[in-house]
C-alpha cells in the first residue's frame, strides 16, 4: 500500500492487463528507448495503472519524470496516445525528442496549412502514428473531430492538468472541453499528469475530466536537494548583484512585468554578468534565439516573466531566483522547481521588500473586479463593436484595449482582467498575437469560379495555384502562408497578400490575413449581461479561492519560525515531513551560531578562501553556515576569491 498524501491510500498491485502486453515490456521500453535501468519514484505505478486501463492522476514535482508516465503507457497500449498540451514549444520538443528515438510522433499547432493538418490526422487514422500532440483548443474544430472519431485510441493523455480547475491559479477555458472528446471513446483511459494541485483542485481535476473510479498518485512534494530561503533586503539589486556572483553556472530570475525583465537583465550585463530577457511580447522567433542562448549557456542567466520555464528541461539551472511575490505557492513552487532539475544542489530564492506586499494587494484587487464591473465590460464591448442582442457570433475584431479604456473610462488592469473572466465563461477569446495566421475561403461555385479565372488570368493563374496547395479551399476557411505561396507562383508575400485582398474585394475569396493589432474574438452571439457569471455567489467563491491563495503566499514569505519545506508542502496538504535542515529557517537554529562566531574570528586574522575555511572545521555545517553569511552580506568574496568580513 501507498499512502497518497491526502490520507488515502491506493493499491499499487499492477492492474489486469491486455494479454498482448507483456509487464516486462515497459522495462525493455524504458532501457531501449531512453537508456535508464529503472523508474523513479512512483513512476512504475503509475504506468502499470494507465497501461492497465484505469483513469489516473498522477501528481509528480516538476522533474519528476511526468511525461514518461504516459509516453510508456502509450507505448504499452494498442493504437494511438493523444496528448493534450497548452503550450505549442512543449509540443514540439516532445514530439523531435520522440522522433528522436525513432518513435512516430507530431503534433498539430497553429500556422499549419489545412494540408498539412489533414495528413497529420490521416496519419492518425490509419495507425501511421503512436503519438499526437494537440491544444485543447483543436478539440472542438470539427475537421479534428471527424478524424478523432475514427482514429484507433489507446490512451488519452492531459498535461498540465491543474488548467482544467476553476479553483487552480491557472484555469483556462479550453481544456474543459476535453472531457467532451471522451464520448466518442468511452472504454479509453485517461491520465492526467500535473506539477501543483491542492486537494480540493485535485478532486475537480477528475470532476471535470469525468475520471471515474479515478487512481490517484501524489508523488512526494519534497524537492531534497533545493535549498530554499527567503530574503528581505529594501536593496534588492545590490542583494541580487551578491546572489548572483556568489550562486554558481546558470540561473533564472522572475520578476512581475515584461519592462523589468529588460532592466535587471541591463543591469547584469553592465555589471559584466551575461544575461538575457524572455516575456511573451517578444516575436516568437526571438523568444526561440534568446531561449537557446540561455539553454546553451551562452548566457548565463536568463531574466523572465512567468511565460517562461513550461517544458524547460536544462538539468544545471543552479538557482531560481524570484524579485517579486508570485500570486500562489502553486506558481511559487513550479517556478522555483526549474531549478536543480539534475539531481544537484541548487537555490531557490524569493527576494522581497515592504512594498511588495502592498503591490501584491494592490494588484489582486485589480485582478479580481467586482461581477457588476465585468458585466459592465462585456456590455461596453458589444455597443463598441454594435453587436445586437443574439448576434455577432464567431466575429474578429481588432482590440485596441488603450481606445475602449479610454472610452468607457475603464481602469485599464481591471479591464484586461475582467475580458479574461469573459474568456473563462466562453464569451469571447482574445488569442496571443503570435497564434493569429492568415485564413483564406472560396465561396463560389466551381463553375462560377472557373468563369472568374477565365476572364481575369492574372488572378486565375492565383487561384489555381491557392486551390493545388489548399484543396480544402471551397469547404471552409483554411490557413494559409503568403510566402509559401509567393514562392510557388515566383513572386513576393506582398504582391500575394495584395492580389488577395483585391479578390477579396471583388467578392472571388474571403481573405483574412495576420492581424497587426491584437485580436478580440465574439465566441458566441451577444447573451444578456445579468447571465454572466452565474450568481453573485458563484462568482464571489472564485474570488475568494484566489485570495486564499494569496494570503498562502504571503504568510509563507513572511513566517520565519517554521522550515519553509514544511510549510510548502502542508499547503499541498502533506503534514508528516521533517525540518530540511537547509533552509534560511532552519539554518537560523542549532550550532550555527558557533560557527559562525568562530568563522569570524578566523578571518579576522587570516585571509582565507571557502576550501581554506572548510579545512579548519571538522563540523559538517561549516558549509552551509558560510553560505548563509554570503547570502545575508556578512561576508563577500573579493576579486581575488579570498572571503572578507562586510
Not at 551575461?274 to 517578444?282: D, E, F, N, P, V
Not at 537557446?292 to 536568463?302: D, L, Q
Request: charged content about 25%; proline content about 4%; aromatic content about 8%.
Amino acid at each position: 500500500m501507498v499512502n497518497n498524501g491526502w490520507g488515502c491510500n491506493d493499491s499499487v498491485a499492477p492492474l489486469f492487463l491486455p494479454r498482448s502486453i507483456l509487464m516486462a515490456d515497459k522495462y525493455q521500453l524504458l532501457k531501449r528507448y531512453w537508456g535508464y535501468s529503472s523508474f523513479r519514484p512512483l513512476q512504475e505505478s503509475i504506468i502499470d495503472a494507465a497501461a492497465g486501463g484505469a483513469d489516473v492522476l498522477a501528481l509528480l514535482p516538476t522533474g519528476g519524470g511526468k511525461s514518461l508516465c504516459y509516453q510508456i503507457p502509450g507505448l504499452l497500449r494498442e493504437g494511438l496516445c493523444l496528448v493534450v498540451s497548452p503550450l505549442i514549444a512543449l509540443m514540439k520538443d516532445q514530439v523531435q525528442q520522440l522522433r528522436d528515438r525513432h518513435i512516430k510522433a507530431a503534433c498539430i499547432v497553429t500556422g499549419m496549412t489545412h494540408n498539412e493538418v489533414t495528413g497529420v490526422l490521416n496519419n492518425a487514422v490509419v495507425g501511421e502514428l503512436k503519438f499526437l500532440y494537440v491544444s485543447p483548443e483543436r478539440l472542438q474544430m470539427r475537421q479534428f473531430v471527424e478524424h478523432f472519431r475514427r482514429m484507433k485510441v489507446g490512451l488519452v493523455a492531459v498535461d498540465e492538468a491543474h488548467c482544467v480547475s476553476q479553483w487552480g491559479y491557472d484555469f483556462r477555458p479550453p481544456y474543459l472541453q476535453i472531457a467532451s472528446i471522451r464520448a466518442y471513446h468511452p472504454a479509453v483511459p485517461l491520465i492526467a499528469v500535473t506539477a501543483t494541485a491542492t486537494r480540493e483542485v485535485a478532486d475537480d481535476i477528475c470532476r471535470q475530466l469525468h475520471m471515474n473510479d479515478c487512481r490517484r498518485f501524489v508523488g512526494s512534494f519534497v524537492r531534497a536537494n533545493l535549498v530554499f530561503s527567503v530574503l528581505h533586503d529594501a536593496d534588492k539589486r545590490g542583494r541580487l548583484l551578491h546572489l548572483v556572483r556568489t550562486l554558481p553556472s546558470s540561473g533564472i530570475l522572475y520578476v512581475r512585468n515584461r519592462r523589468l525583465t529588460q532592466t535587471y537583465a541591463q543591469m547584469l550585463v553592465d555589471a559584466g554578468i551575461s544575461a538575457t530577457y524572455y516575456h511573451a511580447g517578444l516575436a516568437p522567433a526571438e523568444r526561440d534565439r534568446r531561449q537557446a542562448e540561455w539553454m546553451s549557456g551562452r548566457s548565463r542567466i536568463m531574466v523572465a516573466t512567468n511565460a517562461f520555464g513550461m517544458g524547460i528541461d536544462k538539468g544545471d539551472v543552479r538557482f531560481v531566483v524570484h524579485l517579486d511575490l508570485p500570486d500562489s505557492l502553486e506558481a511559487y513552487y513550479q517556478e522555483a522547481g526549474r531549478a536543480g532539475r539534475d539531481g544537484q544542489q541548487a537555490h531557490a530564492v524569493l527576494l522581497c521588500d515592504p512594498s511588495d506586499f502592498e503591490r501584491l494587494a494592490r494588484d489582486f484587487d485589480a485582478d479580481h473586479p467586482s461581477l457588476r464591473f465585468v458585466r459592465n465590460v462585456y456590455r461596453a464591448l458589444c455597443n463598441y463593436y454594435r453587436m445586437p442582442v443574439g448576434g455577432g457570433g464567431d466575429e474578429r475584431h481588432d482590440f485596441d484595449m488603450a481606445r475602449i479604456c479610454s472610452v468607457y473610462n475603464f481602469a485599464p488592469r481591471m479591464f484586461y482582467s475582467a475580458c479574461r473572466y469573459l474568456e473563462r465563461e466562453g464569451l469571447v477569446s482574445i488569442p496571443e498575437r503570435e497564434a493569429t495566421v492568415s485564413t483564406l475561403y472560396i465561396p463560389l461555385r466551381r463553375d462560377e469560379l472557373y468563369r472568374y479565372q477565365v476572364n481575369h488570368q492574372a488572378q486565375g493563374d492565383l487561384l489555381m495555384a491557392l486551390l493545388r496547395m489548399y484543396p480544402g479551399l471551397m469547404n471552409g476557411a483554411v490557413n494559409i502562408d503568403e510566402r509559401k505561396i509567393a514562392a510557388k507562383v515566383f513572386s513576393d508575400a506582398g504582391y500575394v497578400s495584395g492580389m488577395l485582398a483585391a479578390l477579396d474585394a471583388a467578392h472571388v475569396v474571403e481573405y483574412r490575413p495576420v492581424p497587426t493589432e491584437p485580436q478580440i474574438i465574439f465566441t458566441q452571439g451577444r447573451v444578456d449581461e445579468s447571465l454572466i457569471g452565474r450568481s453573485d455567489r458563484d462568482y464571489a467563491t472564485l474570488v475568494d479561492a484566489a485570495l486564499r491563495r494569496r494570503k498562502a503566499m504571503e504568510s509563507y514569505a513572511l513566517d520565519d519560525s517554521l522550515c519553509r519545506c514544511r510549510q510548502l508542502v502542508r499547503y499541498f496538504g502533506v503534514d508528516d515531513v521533517a525540518d530540511c535542515g537547509v533552509c534560511d529557517v532552519c539554518r537560523k537554529g542549532g550550532d550555527a551560531t558557533d560557527v559562525k562566531g568562530k568563522v569570524r574570528e578566523l578571518l579576522r586574522s587570516h585571509t582565507m578562501t571557502v576550501a581554506d575555511v572548510a579545512e579548519r572545521f571538522s563540523d559538517s555545517e561549516v558549509q552551509e553556515v558560510l553560505r548563509t553569511m554570503l547570502d545575508c552580506g556578512e561576508l563577500y568574496l573579493d576579486k581575488d576569491n579570498f572571503l572578507r568580513l562586510s
